[in-house]
């Protein structure tokens, strides 16, 4: 072997020696791997989620805190943490992965018993607004009302407050909550609640202006701005302007490209018009993005109404399952459920049983009072309805299945 071979040899081995020494130094120890897998998992988004920089910057994001947290236990990663997950449950409808993930961050956050006082406050906050998104509303609201002993000058903590009330049915607080945050923070999310509790009192058109506003104060094509946008086109819709609901939603798919909740809202419009057909295309189309539950009962209620049992039956039993997995997950759909069963099927007594539970934790509600007025008077018990819909209606709530179900009733 000549010198020079020698020397390459001797060179190529001490390049493979340094590396091999290197790579050992740096591969990740048992410990911490079981550390990172111990951290609930950023999902991959559906291709069509993945517009612009956003998705990669959310992954940038997941990785950092995961890290902070491994390697530093950092309470403030934590935070972030849970408060990325709970945003990716609103974009990606994986509610039953995302929420859980979300608490049992914010739970181990909680643990900490040298948590300082602010970021403890910014937890509870987030925790109550998870427990609202999981419909355990009144455990929303005693968070909610400790949050703000904490600190009463914060926007979002009033916000939840607000949810909060409002979904207990205590719409006089709700509305106290919501002008406080008003006060505080005039931006999207306090127009979008103070739009709510207009319609609810009756004032439609103020709805409208207001979530308007809404609208106006959030970033084109942000995620949160297209939800907006979706709420004033359903308000458009709802009270008989269905051509102007048709440009919002043109509107979000313009800057939000195949945003599944206006492609659903676009079906629904095609199914006023009697366009069934239509409307099954674009509902497939958002179901491949996101299984939505609420896409499936569009499609159960236009296979019902074209009399196509055997595809009805299929895509029934598909929402029977998903309800289940959303309760195992501890995601409360009891009103949900009931609805749809009153609507769809003659299961009747199954939907009272969920209406009961709902009635139970919040009396005063006008949306569980308005589905128990329906449950009585598909039983031909006029006098229970009233009796619900008088609960129901004592905001002047104008909303078309209430005024409907008033017109029945007084015949």
Do not use: C
């Not at 996101?290 to 209620?301: K, N, S, T, V």
């Amino acid at each position: 072997m000549s010198k020079f071979k020698l020397i390459i040899l001797i060179a190529l081995a001490m390049i493979v020696a340094a590396f091999t020494l290197f790579k050992g130094k740096n591969a990740p120890t048992a410990d911490r791997v079981n550390a990172i897998n111990a951290i609930p998992k950023l999902l991959d988004r559906h291709k069509d989620l993945q517009s612009g920089s956003e998705w990669a910057d959310r992954q940038n994001i997941y990785v950092a805190n995961r890290n902070r947290i491994v390697d530093n236990n950092d309470p403030m990663a934590h935070y972030q943490l849970a408060t990325l997950f709970v945003s990716e449950a609103r974009i990606t409808g994986e509610h039953g992965h995302y929420y859980p993930a979300a608490l049992e961050i914010i739970e181990k956050l909680l643990s900490d018993k040298e948590l300082g006082k602010d970021l403890k406050f910014s937890a509870l906050t987030l925790k109550s607004g998870v427990l609202l998104s999981l419909h355990q509303f009144d455990k929303a609201l005693e968070i909610s009302k400790e949050t703000i002993k904490m600190n009463n000058y914060n926007a979002q903590a009033y916000g939840v407050l607000a949810d909060a009330y409002l979904e207990m049915g205590d719409y006089e607080n709700a509305v106290k909550a919501t002008d406080k945050m008003m006060d505080i923070r005039p931006d999207l999310r306090s127009y979008s609640r103070a739009s709510y509790l207009r319609e609810l009192h009756g004032d439609t058109e103020g709805a409208i202006e207001i979530m308007q506003y809404a609208v106006q104060a959030g970033y084109p094509g942000s995620e949160e701005t297209a939800w907006a946008q979706l709420t004033l086109g359903d308000l458009h819709r709802m009270y008989g302007n269905a051509e102007n609901a048709q440009v919002i939603y043109e509107d979000i798919l313009a800057h939000r490209e195949n945003y599944p909740f206006a492609m659903a809202a676009l079906a629904q419009l095609k199914s006023d018009e009697g366009k069934p057909d239509e409307a099954v295309r674009l509902l497939e189309q958002a179901i491949s993005v996101i299984p939505e539950i609420g896409f499936y009962i569009q499609l159960a209620e236009i296979y019902k109404s074209k009399n196509q049992n055997e595809k009805f039956a299929e895509i029934m039993a598909d929402i029977d399952e998903m309800f289940e997995d959303d309760r195992k997950s501890g995601h409360n759909m009891d009103l949900d459920y009931a609805n749809t069963l009153l609507s769809l099927t003659d299961r009747d007594d199954e939907a009272k049983k969920y209406l009961d539970n709902e009635y139970k934790m919040r009396p005063e509600n006008i949306e569980v009072n308005l589905s128990l007025a329906k449950y009585y008077q598909k039983k031909s018990n006029t006098q229970k309805a009233k009796q619900h819909l008088d609960v129901a209606s004592r905001t002047n709530f104008q909303h078309p299945d209430l005024t409907k179900l008033q017109a029945d009733i007084n015949k």
